[in-house]
């Protein structure tokens, strides 16, 4: 099959990361994938070749997440000629909907349509700051999330509010398919702690708790409240924040030189640096935002051989303790604290939670069972 993956997310950001997973994983399995992804540029469309997996950047006069009008013209105007197998949105946004809606159409192209997270009303646009923002933003939103959902044949998603969601919008249930990410196993890999503490020349004999990339405001001030908790009773412990990080969360902590900023990494410098940690730090409030989305860092501390904490949102409990690869907390700084403290005091159940998460990776998320997962979804829609 030739396969299309239109994303709203600018190429190494986000959403990216999960159509591009897929995308090298069909590829292994003989099909042809392109990724159409945001641009930097303003002019112009950029080529790239990842593995096997053909990128194509768009143009952006500004960064708005998927709403630039000439980007949208430009994906259009690239598709027109163009003929797919099928094509696969991830988030229905703009630049994504319109240029596959058009495309879809005129070559009568199967469309599929992907659903990991939620930016609508009760979601992520309730975590903007501007309330004015908010207010404008909400109806759009939820607008460009909920008003195409049946026009696709078939639907995947990344945790069960979503599919609840999806269904409730009239998707039939024989159409959706739960489709998680795929772990990184060809970077992450299980680390001797103590030797990797030493090349990236961090303290061997002290607590480093982990979180990978951005986060949103009331996550970090709960991550720095839990930190604060935490530190009273473990005056040594650092908080890792890996990669991008969009907070100024050393800046709420009552000890500034405790939180570590790594900024940009590459891949090799991230797994690393989460094989440095202790445990995933996975501080997320209880709210529609986090409860609408599954944290594809979840799957880089697992493939680490690290544990997890994590609060009780969403699908996650159910997920940690199912596979027991962590422990869960209520989303206070308190319990945060106390759980966290409970397991840095348990160095064999570290351990063990650790290796479990690994073998669920390898054995449950691998590219290879996913994609082959997601080829059978694909093809049971052509016969239909």
């Known amino acids: 099959m030739k396969i299309l993956y239109i994303v709203s997310n600018r190429m190494g950001r986000g959403t990216y990361w999960r159509a591009l997973g897929y995308a090298q994983a069909l590829t292994k399995r003989a099909h042809s994938a392109t990724v159409l992804a945001v641009g930097t540029q303003k002019w112009g469309i950029q080529t790239h070749h990842i593995d096997n997996v053909t990128v194509i950047e768009t ?6 997440s998927g709403y630039d009008l000439w980007d949208t013209v430009n994906r259009i105007h690239w598709s027109r000629n163009k003929q797919f197998d099928l094509i696969h949105l991830f988030e229905n946004r703009p630049v994504t909907i319109f240029p596959g809606l058009f495309n879809s159409r005129k070559h009568q192209t199967p469309l599929f349509m992907d659903w990991c997270d939620w930016f609508g009303k009760g979601g992520s646009v309730e975590e903007r700051s501007s309330l004015l923002l908010r207010t404008i933003l909400r109806p759009v939103e939820t607008y460009f999330e909920e008003t195409f959902r049946t026009r696709a044949v078939g639907t995947t998603v990344i945790n069960t509010v979503l599919q609840r969601k999806a269904e ?33 020349t961090l303290s061997e004999n002290v607590p480093i ?21 935490l530190i009273k009773q473990r005056p040594d412990a650092k908080l890792l924040l890996i990669g991008y990080n969009n907070q100024p969360i050393e800046e709420w902590v009552t000890d500034k030189t405790a939180v570590i900023r ?51 949102v969403g699908d996650l409990r159910q997920f ?56 059978a979804f694909y093809l049971s829609k052509f016969s239909t």
């Open 59 to 64: 143009p952006d006069l500004i960064p708005t």
């Open 168 to 200: 409730g919008l009239g998707v039939h249930t024989d159409d959706i398919l739960y489709m998680p990410n795929i772990a990184n196993l060809d970077h992450m890999r299980v680390q001797d702690k103590a030797n990797v503490r030493t090349k990236l």
């Open 209 to 229: 708790l982990g979180y990978t990339g951005a986060i949103f405001e009331k996550d970090a001030r709960l991550m720095a409240q839990a930190f604060d908790e």
């Open 262 to 312: 790594t900024g940009f990494v590459s891949s090799e410098a991230l797994a690393d640096y989460v094989s440095a940690c202790d445990m995933g730090w996975l501080t997320l409030v209880n709210n529609g935002a986090n409860r609408g989305r599954f944290p594809m860092k979840t799957f880089d501390f697992m493939a680490a051989g690290r544990p997890l904490l994590v609060t009780d």
């Open 320 to 375: 940690v303790e199912g596979h027991q690869i962590g422990v869960v907390a209520k989303d206070s700084p308190k319990a945060i604290a106390e759980t966290t403290l409970d397991l840095l005091d348990h160095t064999a159940l570290q351990t063990k939670l650790g290796d479990n998460g690994r073998d669920v990776v390898t054995s449950q998320f691998n590219e290879s069972i996913l994609a082959e997962k997601l080829e």
